[in-house]
Each structure stands twice: as C-alpha cells, then as structure tokens.
C-alpha cells in the first residue's frame, strides 16, 4: 500500500489495505485483532473534579477584567463598587458553574 490516507483509497483498496472484506471480519479474525491492538474504543476522559470546574470559571478576558477592576476600586478606595464587583464575579461563576 502506498501512503495515502485511507479516505482516499478505493473500497477495494481500503479492503486490502486493511485485510478485511466487503461482508465483514469473522469471529476468529476479530478474536485475533482484538488481542493484538485492543478494543475499539476511545480512551475514556478523567473527569474534571468539581474546584477545577469552579475555577475554569474565572478564566476568560471579560472575567479577568472584572476581577482587576474591583483590585484597582479597592486600591483607589472605591470598596463599594469593588464589593459590587466581586459579587457579580462570584453570581456569574456561580451561574456558569451550575450550568
């Protein structure tokens, strides 16, 4: 077999390429392949613990902004609109988070 992509290839082609055939593997063959390469399957994703999906949530340029915002109104005396700030931060993340 050339290097094409396998897309590329004839049905006929595909079939030898892959030493299969138009009505499918047999039990034996597929028993075989089986234990050579494993299943056919997709590794399963580890799931994201629940933190880490509360903190992906402070991660995008508008949120980030926010956050400075309410640092400089703290710094410059405004802890009022820093407060406001921080809770519509924290509703959003939360929001978000629920979602």
């Known amino acids: 077999m050339d290097n094409r992509p396998i897309w590329t290839l004839t ?17 034996a063959e597929v028993t ?11 590794p399963e994703a580890k799931p994201r613990s629940r933190l880490s999906l509360f903190a992906s949530q402070f991660k995008s340029l508008l949120i980030l902004l926010l956050i400075a915002a309410a640092v400089l109104a703290l710094f410059i005396g405004q802890a009022k609109d820093a407060v406001v700030i921080g809770i519509v931060v924290l509703f959003n993340a939360v929001l978000e988070f629920g979602q």
Do not use: C, H, K
Not at 11 to 27: H, M
């Open 11 to 27: 049905s006929e082609d595909a079939f030898q390429a892959l030493a299969s055939r138009p009505d499918g593997l047999d039990e």
């Open 32 to 42: 075989t392949r089986r234990e050579e390469v494993g299943p056919n399957r997709l």
